[in-house]
């Protein structure tokens, strides 16, 4: 039966049996409101005074007159909250203050309609009027998205048609968060209180129930946009020179997406990449990742944050490469009857996601799934290089969290762990249809299809690119020996913008040089620049501003220092020409070089080649 409780902090509510001691119930209110049962008070009435909740241990909630749908007043002094343990899912007091993410909250300040022109063969009304064939339909209309081809509601979408995310109570405090997120580990300590914490003890009330996998009817992201394709071939070019596989963080932000109802998709700015050793079908990933913070601070200043991950998987579809009709084209490992993200893939999406989970002011704990996206680039089955975008379901996040998966030997599937002395698995069970289309429940054990935890998210590129980030030309990091980073290169480059203060084209080609996001966070592990400094460099570089925010940096105490750098320790380069006459200016000689169309290093008249990347200058 369930029994509600009223107090300070909202309204709970507790699933108990008649027969239970009223000590069960106890527990559960004392937990969910962080106090302890010596300080709490309950009673049939507001302010009636009640009886402390100790006093009614050994008496069952029937003999209390405790039925179904009771409620109760409590009355409680706030205790600091017990250190949670490993095993405990974190919670969050009902309708407590959660900041979520701006997208987020912009939809929930919309109603998300879908609009719909006049019908001419049907509407019989004017052009103010509205009927039947031209309303405008719910988010979550099915009709709506099996026309578009839309295979997942968005998450606002999915809110509203469960009817949540349109109340304004969630700021009262009676307000009782409706979303849950999927948690499969043994609750420590038990809610019964009957016996010692699991592993010593275990019960009906603190084991999780059975599982059944179901697939995703909703995703958090719908669709992954790469700003520029200059992303992709940054990671393309690696493979073609050493053959090898390579995966980075997506760096980016979120925005509405207009072809989904209430959509939202991420756009890739920049992609960062982590130490790793790539082999031929694989890479070995450096963790953990001693730059992430720093790549976290570097991406805030430029208004972005980490949105995901991609890796590639790459092979030649002739690697003998003898078949001239295969020259340029890939193999295609992941199709239909293949697999399009492995186990371990899934796994691993899994773990991410759960590193970055979506702050949630309708979840209990204040948080709810994930808008961390994971990517692969592959060959399609045209043998064509393409990208992929996917998610992974919210159980996936908690059954990896419970540990209690791990990956098979076959890509396509998933294993389930045994329960062990510290690890309890419940039974596990998924859906399909079988040759007669009858529905069947079968046993995830040992094994299960590891698309049952996927999510697919649409992916592509603007048809009008405006990207934060306007050159790539910057090596980019943990290359060693293909891309090497130094200090030397930018001093050399910072020598060729002496005349930047006064001529407006100089000063347009040294904001796009400094507008790279390689650059940036080399700069910044370089502690060259203070960080009032660095927040300066990445507004001008992400604004693309040549006049104010270009004046800031170039009076800045950590550019006077990258000059007076250049000036005594960068070698003379071939692109310095003979000093100027007395009748010779510095715009006259900036305008007589040579910008590169690659890096707009300023090179001598007459040049054929850059001097700093070695491309033709034509």
């Known amino acids: 039966m369930i029994v509600r409780v009223r107090s300070k902090d909202g309204q709970l509510r507790f699933q108990v049996e008649a027969s239970d001691d009223a000590a069960v119930l106890v527990a559960q209110i004392a937990e969910a409101l962080h106090t302890d049962p010596s300080r709490l008070t309950l009673s049939d009435a507001p302010g009636s005074g009640g009886r402390a909740a100790s006093e009614l241990a050994g008496h069952t909630l ?20 017990p250190a949670a343990t490993s095993d405990a899912p974190p919670t969050a007091a009902p309708g407590a203050s959660v900041q979520e993410h701006p997208i987020d909250v912009y939809w929930s300040r919309e109603r998300g309609l879908i609009a719909r022109a006049r019908d001419a063969q049907f509407c019989r009304h004017g052009e103010k009027g509205m009927c039947d064939y031209c309303m405008p339909l719910e988010p979550y209309d099915v009709a709506y998205h099996t026309e578009h081809g839309i295979k997942h509601l968005s998450f606002h979408a999915y809110l509203r048609q469960q009817n949540i995310g349109v109340d304004t109570s969630a700021s009262t405090s009676a307000y009782v968060p409706p979303l849950d997120e999927e948690t499969y580990r043994v609750l420590t300590p038990c ?68 072809d989904v109802p209430m959509g939202i998709k991420a756009v890739v700015e920049a992609i960062t990449e982590p130490p790793q050793a790539g082999d031929l079908d694989g890479l070995t990933l450096g963790w953990p990742w001693d730059e992430e913070a720093l790549v976290q601070r570097v991406a805030g200043w430029c208004g972005l944050e980490i949105v995901g991950f991609l890796f590639t998987d790459l092979e030649p579809a002739d690697p003998t490469h003898t078949n001239a009709s295969q020259a340029g084209l890939v193999a295609c490992k992941r199709h239909a009857t293949s697999f399009f993200l492995s186990g371990q893939e899934a796994l691993m999406a899994a773990q991410w996601q759960s590193m970055h989970k979506n702050a949630c002011r309708w979840s209990r704990t204040g948080a709810f799934n994930s808008k961390f996206v994971t990517c692969v680039l592959s060959g399609n089955p045209e043998g064509v290089i393409d990208v992929a975008a996917y998610q992974v379901s919210g159980q996936a996040m908690g059954m990896v969290e419970a540990d209690m998966l791990e990956a098979s030997v076959h890509p396509t599937t998933v294993r389930v762990k045994p329960s062990a002395d510290t690890r309890y698995v419940p039974d596990v069970f998924f859906r399909y249809k079988n040759e007669y289309k009858i529905d069947v429940k079968e046993s995830a054990a040992p094994t299960f299809p590891v698309e049952y935890l996927l999510v697919t998210c649409t992916h592509g590129f603007p048809t009008d690119p405006n990207p934060r980030f306007l050159s790539h030309a910057f090596p980019i990091e943990n290359r060693p020996g293909l891309h090497d980073q130094s200090l030397d290169a930018v001093l050399a480059q910072v020598r060729a913008w002496p005349h930047a203060v006064t001529d407006a084209s100089a000063r347009e080609a040294l904001a796009r040089w400094l507008s790279d996001w390689h650059l940036l966070l080399f700069l910044a592990k370089s502690e060259l620049f203070s960080p009032e400094d660095m927040q300066g460099l990445c507004a001008a570089a992400t604004t693309h501003d040549a006049r104010d925010a270009l004046e800031r940096v170039l009076a800045s105490p950590g550019w006077q220092t990258l000059v007076t750098m250049a000036q005594m320790q960068a070698p003379p380069t071939p692109s310095e020409a003979p000093a100027p006459s007395d009748e010779a200016s510095p715009e006259a000689s900036a305008a007589s070089s040579i910008a590169c169309p690659h890096c707009t290093f300023l090179n001598a008249p007459g040049s054929t080649d850059c001097d700093v990347c070695g491309l033709p200058l034509s």
């Open 62 to 81: 029937e003999a209390l007159g405790i039925k179904h749908g009771h409620m109760l007043f409590a009355e409680y002094e706030a205790a600091a909250a």
């Open 191 to 258: 809610p019964s209180g009957q016996h010692a914490p699991w592993p010593a003890g275990i019960c009906t009330k603190c084991q999780p129930s059975a599982i059944t996998l179901q697939r995703q009817p909703y995703r958090m992201v719908d669709h992954v946009e790469f700003a520029h394709p200059a992303l992709i071939e940054g990671l393309l070019d690696i493979w073609r020179k050493t053959a090898t596989q390579r995966c980075g963080f997506l760096l980016g932000h979120y925005e509405p997406y207009p």
